[in-house]
């Protein structure tokens, strides 16, 4: 059984189209991340969400909006894509009271 | 905020030869600093981790040490095998809710 899973892991598409990744885990941790990997591997998180409750926003355009509807689950849509959206976007658990991360296969997004 | 820098960007070793990734970081208040390893198309996975009360710690062929004076941590890895050719990434945070901020990577080649 896969921890963490995220779906796509391929996401080819359009500029100006609006776009959705899901991720859950089973791991009955209380905390999500999503995190983006972009070309040079650098990896900066975007937002995280315990139990539902969202807690950290870096400085993300709007056009990104996290969803979290159990603590189970945390999808991000994007809206209005830009070729600078394009890179990995992993999703990410950590169990109460520790921040050890386990991170989804991770999700490449294309826009063109 | 928290400032993680990683040094080499990219390893080179012969097998069996050892690898040390070197990282340091910038607040004072850090005091959890974990290692990732992300192998090829797949999400990082945690190999070890260290808290700012303990100076080394050991897990088979990986070691960390932590110097919290000069704010420098760092990865050894002994008898390399081609298997721990990988990209590594340092990270610190501040408590167990903090965000967890990566290092720019190290990729690591291990040559047979």
């Known amino acids: 059984d896969t921890a963490v899973s995220q779906t796509p892991k391929y996401l080819v598409t359009q500029m100006g189209n609006d776009k959705s990744i899901k991720c859950e885990q089973n791991l009955g941790h209380d905390t999500m991340y999503w995190y983006k990997q972009d070309s040079k591997k650098f990896l900066k998180i975007m937002f995280s969400?315990?139990?539902?409750?969202?807690?950290i926003n870096e400085t993300v355009p709007n056009r990104f909006s996290p969803k979290s509807p159990d603590k189970a689950h945390l999808n991000l849509h994007i809206n209005s894509l830009e070729l600078g959206d394009s890179a990995v976007y992993f999703c990410?658990?950590?169990?109460?009271?520790?921040?050890?991360?386990?991170f989804g296969a991770g999700s490449r997004l294309t826009v063109l | 905020g928290e400032n993680v820098e990683q040094h080499p960007s990219t390893l080179s070793v012969q097998e069996g030869d050892s690898a040390v990734i070197k990282c340091t970081y910038s607040?004072?208040?850090?005091?959890?600093f974990p290692w990732y390893k992300q192998e090829l198309g797949k999400g990082p996975q945690l190999i070890i981790d260290i808290r700012s009360n303990v100076g080394e710690k050991k897990d088979q062929r990986i070691a960390v040490t932590l110097n919290k004076t000069a704010k420098h941590f760092s990865l050894h890895i002994t008898e390399t095998q081609p298997e721990d050719s990988a990209v590594y990434f340092c990270a610190a945070s501040e408590t167990s809710y903090d965000k967890v901020i990566f290092g720019p990577g190290t990729s690591l080649s291990v040559i047979p």
């Open positions: 607040d004072s208040a850090s005091n959890y």
């Open positions: 969400y315990n139990n539902k409750e969202l807690i």
């Open positions: 990410a658990s950590s169990p109460p009271g520790a921040n050890v991360l386990t």
